[in-house]
């Protein structure tokens, strides 16, 4: 494409440039509301990481690129490029997965930090990617191969890291508010009981039964039990198979599941095949897994496409995305004068409790914060450029509350 060449700069992009950048879940393309034209692509860099005693993959920085379908004859270009969503940390490499928002329009995008208890939740409206929030769990997760995923029905996100063998591997669920962006409720489970050479997750279409693809076996999980991890059915185990046009195993790794409610399984080696889950969202081995049955055009080295569930509408009692320029306040007596502005203006927060201002840029980049505890204060920007900005109040309510503003030299 135009102007497509170069992502994810740097010496891992450079080394791996002939062959193709190995990411699990690295990339994610999603369409821009309200705008058939623009497509966002997420893209997560990596590097290892030789400092410690282990040598661990670690994602450098997580970009947003632009690319515009209109331009080129319908061809599309790259508008732009590598522009730094997160760069001041290390997250988790790859592992990026959306959920369309309750007014089924917008997108909640998470990427985890690299091995801590925190998830950064962004929003993709029409005026761009916000950072809406920093979230901590005290059970935390380990990093490691593999993916993260939403339930279908959007109500659940889900985690699979495979670490070392010693170690093992990590699943981690939690509930998910289409509304406000919000994990809840995580469920965390560490086993090393199957090797952890590869692996991942799927969830069925009626957002009833998680999947866990790990190297020789497949297991059932039911969502709607309290104890998720109690209810683990092992549903299949790695048949010995050896492809014959490439000679290697055909062993489990990533999974997706397919607009026709079917999962679609890779394996561990290079070959033409997927193994299916016909019916997932029937219990135990009435889901009916048929191994290296789906033979694919090309060879393919354990790739999956990661896509979100595009079919999700919006929910049953919608909600307005608090980033979209249509927005109802959750407060609204919070103002912003004058708006525009050249920089310097006054924060009403009103009845809010709210202890701390931060503004981000439209790209969701952190510019400036500040402590504030009197109904009306005085904030002065300073040396930022012409355009769109966000203020959002923080307080021991957890109250979130995002404001547009325009500055104008």
């Known amino acids: 494409m135009e102007n497509g060449k170069g992502l994810n700069p740097g010496k891992e992009a450079d080394k791996n440039a002939k062959y193709g950048y190995i990411n699990e879940q690295g990339a994610l393309i999603l369409p821009m509301p309200d705008n058939p034209n623009l497509y966002y692509l997420i893209h997560s860099a990596y590097f290892f990481d030789f400092s410690g005693p282990t040598d661990y993959v670690k994602g450098d920085k997580l970009y947003y690129t632009i690319i515009d379908m209109s331009k080129n004859d319908g061809k599309g270009a790259v508008i732009e490029k590598n522009k730094v969503i997160i760069g001041d940390k290390y997250h988790d490499a790859g592992k990026i997965t959306a959920c369309r928002h309750a ?8 990427v985890a930090d690299y091995d801590t208890k925190n998830y950064n939740i962004l ?29 279908p029905d959007g109500t659940k996100y889900a985690r699979f890291n495979a670490v070392t063998i010693m170690k093992g591997t990590y699943v981690d669920v939690f509930d998910f508010d289409r509304c406000t962006g919000t994990l809840s409720n995580q469920k965390h489970w560490n086993y090393v009981t199957d090797t952890t050479y590869s692996g991942g997750i799927a969830i069925s279409s009626n957002s009833k039964y998680l999947y866990i ?10 969502l709607t039990k309290e104890d998720i991890f109690a209810s683990i059915d092992t549903v299949a185990v790695y048949d010995s198979n050896i492809d014959k046009e490439f000679g290697g195993t ?9 607009p026709n409610g079917k999962i679609y399984i890779s394996t561990t080696n290079t070959t033409r095949y997927l193994h299916v889950i016909n019916e997932p969202d029937k219990k135990g081995k ?8 789906f033979k694919l055009a090309r060879k393919n080295y354990t790739t999956m496409p990661n896509f979100p569930n595009f079919r999700l509408g919006a929910a049953a009692a ?7 320029e249509d927005i109802k306040k959750a407060k609204d007596d919070v103002k912003i004068y004058p708006n525009p502005n050249t920089g310097d203006f006054f924060l009403d927060k009103g009845e809010s409790l709210a202890t701390k ?12 914060t500040q402590n504030i505890s009197e109904k009306v204060s005085p904030i002065r920007l300073e040396n930022l450029q012409n355009g769109v900005y966000y203020c959002r109040l923080l307080g021991n309510e957890a109250e979130i509350v995002p404001i547009k503003f325009t500055i104008i030299h």
């Open 103 to 110: 007014n089924g329009k917008d997108w909640w995008i998470i």
């Open 286 to 293: 009435a889901c009916n897994i048929e191994q290296h049955s």
């Open 123 to 151: 929003l993709l409206t029409k005026d761009g990617i916000i950072i809406k929030s920093e979230q901590k769990f005290p059970l935390g997760s380990r990093s490691g191969l593999g993916q993260a995923i939403f339930s």
């Open 357 to 368: 201002v931060v503004v981000y840029d439209i790209a969701g980049k952190i510019v400036f």
């Open 213 to 222: 693809s790990s190297y020789t076996k497949i297991y059932q999980l039911d």
């Open 250 to 258: 055909t062993k489990f790794y990533l999974a997706q599941l397919a």
């Open 318 to 324: 919608p909600c307005n995305s608090v980033a979209s």
